[in-house]
């Protein structure tokens, strides 16, 4: 393991950690469960392979009230009956924007329109905001080596 490289870069410009906080607020108000966008969160930040994302979401969730059965199996949350369907959907969804190099269609219209079963236009572009704001601190930390558990 080696030491963050610096550091996070939200908080050496502190206006821009006020102006992601902004959107987090944002996203909170748009009325998806805050256990789904904690999942979201989770599952992002497994593909992404970041570790102080995946600590504080794994807190967040549970703070949220997801089970330890639920926080521990996400990654397999086919093959597992923990989940809704519109958990799903949004899961399906994270997975798709947080890899959208790999596939020409990054998010087919068939997991869209999952989505769009479970959730209205106002929570899906809290879902995808979400995603994004969840791949961008993925990104700062992962660049960075910031590490799990130290507190910003």
């Known amino acids: 393991m080696s030491a963050p490289r610096m550091n996070n870069p939200a908080q050496v410009l502190p206006d ?17 469960e805050d256990a789904t966008l904690e999942l979201v969160h989770l599952r992002a930040s497994q593909i992404n392979g970041c570790g102080p994302c995946l600590d504080a979401s794994a807190r967040a969730a549970q703070k949220a009230g997801v089970s330890e059965e639920r926080i521990f ?3 397999a949350w086919r093959e597992t009956p923990f989940y809704s369907d519109a958990e799903r959907a949004a899961l399906a969804l994270a997975e798709h924007v947080t890899r959208l190099a790999d596939r020409e269609d990054a998010v087919p219209d068939a997991v869209w329109n999952e989505a769009a079963k479970h959730y209205d236009e106002q929570q899906l572009a809290a879902l ?3 995603i994004g704001v969840v791949n961008l601190f993925n990104r700062l930390n992962a660049s960075t080596r910031q590490q799990a558990g130290q507190a910003w």
């Open 73 to 75: 199996s996400v990654g």
């Open 16 to 32: 821009s950690m006020t102006a992601i906080l902004g959107l987090i607020k944002s996203i909170r108000k748009a009325g998806v």
């Open 128 to 130: 995808v905001l979400q």
